[in-house]
């Protein structure tokens, strides 16, 4: 047999085989959901990431509000609030509630992570899925140690806002993580 045979009997070979295979529609196939899960992966860590500075932007409102507040107090200004008064009986939970009531200075603040979640809560619990997306506000006291230096816990629930108060105020982030805002006296 020639060579010119052989050559011709491969081109017939290969001009027989088709040029798109059930393997490469399968590739394909498989290349397109890669693509769609990376997308969809994309655009929930878009939103969670937005979810997130939406809640830091809350949080951010809430302390200049707090920092403005707390210095016409220490003042003996008048404060709009009369739960966040320093003459008040009323507990801090009562003013942070009253701060974000409808026709309240910050209204506008809602837990935009988790549409029935909590707006303040007093830690960030994975055990809680209510609590991701909201506002803590821990309370500081002086260490034993160095005066000078503060630790900050939990709020209590019966904290009293007729005294100055140290807070550090805090968010539940992505993954339950907590997000430091800002450090301040109320």
């Known amino acids: 047999m020639s060579t010119q045979n052989q050559s011709d009997d491969q081109h017939s070979a290969a001009a027989a085989q088709p040029y798109f295979t059930k393997y490469d529609a399968v590739f394909v196939i498989l290349l397109l959901i890669v693509l769609g899960l990376v997308v969809n992966l994309g655009?929930?860590?878009?939103?969670?990431?937005?979810?997130?500075?939406?809640?830091?932007s809350n949080a951010e409102q809430l302390v200049k509000w707090l920092e403005e507040t707390g210095k016409a107090r220490a003042e003996g200004k008048e404060v709009a609030l009369e739960s966040c008064r320093k003459d008040s009986e009323a507990m801090l939970q009562d003013c942070l509630m009253a701060v974000v009531a409808p026709g309240a200075p910050l209204a506008n603040i809602k837990n935009v992570a988790e549409k029935?979640?909590?707006?303040?809560?007093?830690?960030?619990?994975?055990e809680q899925l209510n609590t991701h997306g909201a506002i803590i506000v821990e309370k500081g006291t002086p260490k034993p140690t160095d005066p000078s230096a503060l630790t900050f816990a939990a709020m209590e629930t019966d904290e009293a806002v007729n005294q100055e108060l140290n807070l550090r105020v805090v968010v539940c982030g992505r993954g339950f993580s907590v997000i430091k805002i800002a450090e301040l006296k109320f």
């Open 43 to 56: 655009y929930t860590t878009f939103k969670e990431g937005s979810e997130t500075e939406h809640t830091k």
């Open 116 to 126: 029935e979640g909590l707006i303040f809560s007093p830690k960030c619990d994975r």
